[in-house]
């Protein structure tokens, strides 16, 4: 009896469902695909390790990056002790680029990432609502996009004063308007797809469209667009630094050593050389990735 | 989910269609502040009835409007002006607000693949609908799996795949579940089947004519294909550059036409006798721009019967019956006081 009453008061909907087998999803086929892309795998892995010796740092460096030493000044790669050589201050240049890369890469991904979820925002706001709503957005965003990002990025920085942060913050808004572009333009186009209009014609409302059928269908392209950001955020952040607008020594970050040593570069040039080299390797490498990824989303079956 | 079904009983219309218009204004054009600006005449006043449990199709050159009417009528796009009754009730009014005349009306597009996102599988997108209006998604699921037994995709095999792995006759049965998934009334296939190979197209067509049975379904059918609307339709409407030309059964339409319009678009369908078929072709030119379009009568440009009256004064529709069914037209041919303008008397009759 109780076994009866115990079915009787299961709700359909708690009722074992067959679960049929999905077919690979679109993300699973990109990966697939990206996966075979020897170029994209090569500056995946550069990067993992870059970020893996960044993260780790503190712990796998050879020497401590702020001891300075007056008799080992400027020494050149090769030098037992240090493998990549010393800075003008005589400290370990492995150590300080092992280190450096926290900042840099940091510099460059986290104002990318505030500006994809802004941008975005902005972006799939204006793109949805069309009309009126759109014109305003947009228009508001070109003004700030009428500017060169790299005099942006330096205005804003001077205006708000030195300083991670507000580098951070320069460099985000630098940002918001290339991505709220995108985003928007998108945006637009799966507006007018008729899966939407389907969607509005079976009742449902705009937020609903949007979690369902928009944001699946537009945050792709637009990651990809944002990772190719990545870069220039680097190279950008690099340039504050070496302005004195960003990092402050003796923290080490890339653009700052990259300054710094600059004056050394006739007495050891491969020295001075290092810190942009790792600046341009860690650059190519995600511009290499967003564009292995863009290739592998952009397949159609 | 249970609708209101019939408020109106059966000799209601499920849809009637009073002076709707919709003109897209055009922008760039002249000087910013210039007026009146000019706009493309899409649907410039159309008058019709859908009756409880018929399919009426709608035929007529592209840019005619038809599309166009079709989005109205979903209210994808808003009328300028105009009403639509459905059942005895002003869609949008607090009767009917749009949201449950939306779980009453449904449509089919003609892009199978654009109509369905890409990212989600056949069954989330045919469940969307009955999860938006409250069902649990378990049941929502159960439904859309039961819907894609019916239109004959096994759910075993097709549920759980994404719309490019499956065939374009196969991906239109998708739509067309999705579109019954709200148990609407009303179905508006728009071009549903002219996407499709000839024996597709045959299949999907039956499985329309089933489906009609089954759940007791309305069909709007709009389409270029003569053959089609004829074999599908009960009734036929036939546009002409934003308005409606002639309306009655199919028969009467396809074998009696009246409006010369619909004479030559009849006359344009390929014969199968290659002894009978078609010399000249029977329209000349291309349809005018629905911009600016001809005074008086709009296809005296164009019409081989056409007097100089035809360019000065607009036909109004007349109908043998005042409600519903009927043969009307618009053509100044059948207006008493103009009849007799047009000097070949024996040709014109109200047969």
């Not at chain 1, 392209?221 to 020594?249: D, E, N, Q, R």
């Amino acid at each position: 009896m109780s076994t009866l009453q115990a079915t009787a008061a299961t709700p359909v909907s708690a009722l074992p469902l067959p679960a049929f087998k999905r077919s690979r999803g679109h993300w699973a086929n990109v990966a697939a695909r990206i996966v075979r892309n020897p170029l994209a795998m090569i500056a995946a892995v550069i990067l993992l390790a870059l970020i893996g010796i960044a993260v780790f740092a503190p712990w796998i460096m050879p020497a401590d990056p702020f001891a300075t030493s007056m008799f080992t000044r400027l020494k050149p790669i090769g030098t037992p002790g240090h493998l990549f050589g010393t800075d003008e201050l005589g400290r370990d240049l492995l150590s300080r680029l092992m280190l450096g890369g926290r900042l840099s890469l940091f510099m460059g991904i986290t104002p990318v990432l505030t500006a994809f979820v802004i941008g975005s925002g902005i972006g799939i706001l204006a793109g949805y609502a069309g009309g009126f709503i759109n014109t305003a957005i947009m228009r508001t965003i070109d003004v700030l996009y009428a500017f060169p990002s790299v005099l942006l990025a330096i205005a804003l920085s001077g205006a708000l004063g030195a300083g991670i942060v507000n580098a951070l913050t320069s460099l985000t808004i630098v940002f918001i308007p290339q991505i709220a572009r995108i985003a928007e333009s998108v945006t637009t186009q799966v507006r007018r797809s008729d899966y939407v209009d389907a969607a509005r014609a079976s009742g449902a409302g705009a937020f609903t469209i949007v979690r369902a059928h928009v944001l699946g269908n537009v945050l792709g392209p637009i990651f990809v667009y944002s990772t190719s950001l990545i870069s220039v955020s680097m190279i950008l952040a690099s340039g504050l630094s070496f302005l004195g607008l960003g990092v402050k020594p003796p923290e080490p970050e890339w653009g700052l050593m990259l300054n710094t040593l600059r004056t050394a570069i006739y007495t050891q040039p491969w020295v001075a050389a290092l810190p942009g080299a790792f600046i341009f390797i860690t650059s190519i490498s995600f511009n290499m990735l967003s564009d292995g990824l863009r290739s592998a989303m952009e397949v159609k079956q | 989910m249970t609708n209101q079904r019939d408020i109106g009983g059966p000799r209601q219309p499920l849809l009637q269609v009073r002076d709707l218009l919709k003109h897209f204004p055009l922008k760039g054009k002249g000087l910013p502040f210039a007026s009146p600006r000019s706009a493309v005449r899409a649907v410039d006043g159309v008058n019709f009835d859908i009756l409880k449990g018929e399919t009426l199709g709608v035929v007529g050159e592209s840019g005619c409007g038809k599309s166009t009417t079709a989005r109205v009528l979903m209210q994808l796009i808003n009328q300028d002006s105009g009403e639509l009754v459905f059942d005895g009730e002003t869609v949008g009014s607090r009767a009917l607000p749009l949201r449950q005349f939306r779980r009453q009306a449904q449509m089919v597009f003609q892009d199978s693949y654009s109509s369905l996102n890409p990212r989600m599988t056949i069954e989330d997108s045919i469940a969307f609908a009955p999860t938006v209006h409250g069902l649990p998604s378990r049941e929502a699921i159960t439904r859309a799996r039961d819907l894609l037994a019916r239109v004959g995709l096994q759910p075993e095999r097709f549920a759980g795949r994404y719309p490019h792995e499956l065939s374009g006759g196969q991906r239109q049965r998708v739509n067309i579940a999705r579109a019954l998934a709200l148990e609407p009334r009303l179905v508006i296939l728009d071009e549903a089947v002219s996407a499709l190979d000839k024996s597709v197209e045959a299949q999907v067509l039956n499985l329309l004519l089933d489906l009609k049975q089954e759940f007791g379904l309305t069909y709007l059918f709009i389409s270029h294909d003569l053959n089609v609307v004829r074999f599908i339709s009960d009734r036929v409407l036939v546009m002409y550059l934003g308005q409606v030309v002639e309306i009655g059964s199919s028969d009467q339409v396809f074998d009696q036409p009246r409006h010369p319009y619909t004479r030559a678009l009849l006359k344009s369908m390929p014969s199968m006798d290659p002894l009978q078929r078609t010399m000249e072709a029977p329209l000349a030119g291309d349809p005018p721009n629905p911009i600016n379009p001809p005074s008086g009568c709009r296809f005296h440009t164009r019409c081989a019967y056409a007097r100089p009256v035809c360019g000065q004064r607009a036909p109004v529709f007349t109908s043998d019956e005042s409600s519903g069914g009927g043969h009307g037209v618009a053509c100044l041919r059948y207006e008493a006081d103009t009849a007799s303008l047009f000097s070949t008397a024996g040709e014109v009759s109200h047969a």
